[in-house]
């Protein structure tokens, strides 16, 4: 067929599917809202689409010019685009995700669940032991000034409790950027063959255990405990997640087994970013709790370690129990 | 390493041809969307500055969104491309020729943590030297690519209705670019469109102006006018 009467032939089709691609491939929920569409129906669209490819094989076997050819690409280009695309985000399933899928995600992960938790427990208890045995060691971390600034951070005559200065809202600014960028980093410096994360995870151990041994030390503990119990059961939690899905990507790296390393690593990628999503929410909802709530200076310890108590209950429940029922569905 | 463009097999078996685009574009790219994100923030301080430590707080978070959201967010919600990238005619999509998503998006984006190592993306500029398609580290572990956006020109004109046959038989390829000199010709000036009509003498018989006729005729004979 000669390439004049091969366009006058399939010339209105493509029309057709160019008009639906402008009009309605954008946006796919508005599209469907509206009722008046006169052209080219939704439901026909594969079809048109997989026609539409043909032609283009046809036109490249048969050497039409490039110029057609290039343009049937063009189109083709865009009905693959609205054809393969991901499905749009729902709020329903972002809720759905949160409950159940990010629990059973952790828990199907549990080997570097474990190793990360073990690689930020062990310094923690290490440093926390080491400082109440040798109190000079603190300085090996902490300058004078540091010291002295944390030290009136929780001062017993403090009426905000874990702060100098700074309104509420100015910390929580402060724990958003600071804890989520901290989160994110230990994850994505996975990729540095499990170095980033590990060393992330054993210096957050090793700080907290120091300070909270010091503050213990110095008699400060009570309001230091006050201050820090209700949002670390997110904010803990939520780094030890981080990291673990940090040493799964690096095991990807190192150790893909059967699969290709870059399969490997595009797969496991993907498992750690949904974990990230999760650790985001943690971080969010702890940096929520510390602003606002952890530094309360007036509550009794009572109310406080209570609220503390039912929060770490709740993550332990939720990241143990959520999604268990999914497979009874 | 010459050749950058990738051609994927569709399920429907047409190749699609993916041109990756290198690092020179895309460094350009960011650099606009450094220059947005930072008048983003210059104008976030102007506002909020006068609300004092609680402006702060709101600025923090407002720098948290610039650092880590405004990719991922742009990425995701205008088909793979930030401010900066649609100056530029770049696209982020998945190395399988499809959209890219958003968890996509999340990775390469998070990844830009190890590709800045040690220092102004170096990281990235080495692996995107050595993968075949410029992909730099965070680009691998998502599964994605940045490509040119085709320019897309206008229906094909044919400016002459005659048709005449060559003056002597044309080889497949040397029809495709009698045809495509047709096609081309609007966008051409008349002395190079003379120009190039005499190198095709052989196939017209003639030169100068009539030669770009003949050539048009020729070319309406090749695509089927009788």
């Known amino acids: 067929m000669r390439q004049e009467l091969f366009i006058t032939r399939h010339r209105q089709e493509w029309a057709d599917f160019t008009q639906w691609l402008d009009a309605r491939a954008a946006k796919p929920r508005r599209a469907r809202a509206d009722r008046n569409w006169r052209g080219l129906p939704d439901e026909d669209v594969p079809v048109a689409y997989r026609r539409l490819c043909q032609q283009l094989a046809l036109a490249r076997r048969r050497g039409y010019s490039p110029q057609l050819v290039a343009q049937l690409q ?3 280009q865009r009905g693959h685009n609205a054809m393969y695309r991901p499905p749009l985000p729902h709020w329903r399933r972002a809720f759905e995700f949160f409950l159940a899928d990010f629990p059973c995600l952790v828990r199907a992960e549990a080997g570097v669940m474990r190793a990360s938790l073990l690689l930020f427990l062990l310094p923690l208890l290490a440093s926390f032991v080491a400082v109440q045995v040798k109190p000079e060691l603190i300085h090996a971390l902490m300058s004078p000034q540091q010291i002295a600034q944390m030290e009136s951070m929780y001062a017993v005559a403090a009426n905000k409790l874990g702060r100098e200065s700074g309104t509420d809202w100015m910390m929580f600014g402060y724990y958003i950027f600071n804890n989520i960028s901290i989160g994110l980093r230990t994850y994505a410096s ?12 054993a210096f957050n151990g090793v700080m907290i255990g120091m300070v909270a041994s010091h503050l213990q030390n110095a008699g400060l503990g009570d309001p230091f405990w006050r201050f820090v119990a209700a949002h670390s059961a997110f904010e803990l939690s939520a780094i030890v997640i981080a990291g673990g899905a940090g ?3 690096s095991l990807a790296l190192l150790v893909p087994g059967r699969r290709r390393r870059v399969d490997a690593l595009v797969e496991d990628g993907r498992r750690g970013a949904r974990l990230c999503l999760g650790v985001f929410a943690m971080l969010l909802m702890a940096a929520f709790i510390e602003a606002f709530w952890s530094s309360i200076g007036w509550l009794p310890a009572s109310v406080k370690f209570g609220v503390a108590g039912a929060l770490w209950l709740l993550v332990a429940l939720w990241l143990w129990r959520g999604g268990k029922d999914r497979n009874a569905r | 390493m010459l050749d950058t463009v990738r051609e994927v097999l569709t399920p ?42 609680t402006g702060m707080g709101v600025y923090l978070i407002a720098l948290f969104a610039v650092v880590w959201l405004y990719p991922i967010v742009c990425e995701g919600m205008f088909d793979g491309q930030t401010p900066g990238k649609r100056a530029l005619n770049l696209r982020v999509i998945a190395s399988d020729g499809a959209p890219v998503g958003w968890l996509a998006s999340c990775v390469r984006n998070l990844m830009r943590t190890v590709d800045m190592l040690p220092f102004g993306y170096a990281s990235g500029l080495v692996s995107g030297l050595a993968d075949p398609w410029g992909r730099r ?11 040119h956006v085709p320019r897309v020109r206008d229906a094909a ?9 060559p003056a002597q038989p044309l080889l497949p390829t040397e029809q495709a670019a009698v045809v495509a000199f047709a096609e081309r010709a609007a966008q051409l000036t008349p002395e190079r469109q003379i120009e190039l009509a005499n190198l095709a003498d052989m196939a017209t018989g003639t030169h100068g102006a009539e030669g770009v006729q003949r050539l048009f005729a020729v070319a309406g004979w090749l695509l089927g006018k009788r």
């Open chain 1, 74 to 76: 063009a189109l083709m």
């Open chain 1, 190 to 201: 996975g990729l540095l063959a499990g170095i980033g994360p590990v060393l992330a995870v």
């Open chain 1, 247 to 249: 040493l799964r990507l």
């Open chain 2, 12 to 53: 429907e078996g047409v190749a699609l041809r993916l041109p990756a685009a290198g690092p020179v574009p895309r460094a350009l790219a960011w650099a606009i969307d450094f220059g947005i994100r930072l008048s983003l923030l210059t104008a976030c301080t102007m506002l909020l500055g006068a609300l004092g430590k």
């Open chain 2, 137 to 147: 580290l965070g680009d691998l572990v998502a599964g994605t690519m940045v490509v």
């Open chain 2, 157 to 165: 004109i044919i400016t002459s209705e005659a048709a005449q046959p």
